[in-house]
Nanobody, 117 residues
């Protein structure tokens, strides 16, 4: 059973870069056809897909985030990471990593990130 777990700072200052890591267990991030996504939910709003890195290393991003998003992976650690630059208080949200082969079968518990000075 694949498990994913988010980690990173809970507080980020405006204009800084938010960095989160998702650690994967029970499966490999290079397993065929799996995709590894970052999704967030601002307070009082719905889920927003931020981007994905596929099993073969391709990345795709939500264009609404204005190129502030970068997703990378470390296959030696079986982890993938999110960087969101130039954050504002509007980036305050619960951030999730999620994965599946054709859907979101596995979710982390989410991590709260607050953008505040």
């Amino acid at each position: 059973q694949v498990q994913v777990q988010e980690s990173g700072p809970g507080l980020v200052k405006p204009s800084q870069t938010l960095s989160l890591t998702c650690t994967v267990s029970g499966g490999s991030i290079t397993a065929n056809y799996y995709a590894w996504s970052w999704i967030r939910q601002p307070p009082g709003k719905g889920l927003e897909w931020m981007g994905v890195i596929t099993y073969d290393g391709n990345t795709y991003y939500n264009p609404s985030l204005n190129s502030r998003t970068s997703i990378s992976r470390d296959t030696s650690k079986n982890q993938f990471s999110l960087q969101l630059s130039s954050v504002t208080p509007e980036d305050t949200a619960v951030y999730y990593c999620a994965s599946g082969a054709g859907g979101y079968d596995y979710w982390g518990q989410g991590t709260q990130v607050t953008v505040s000075s």
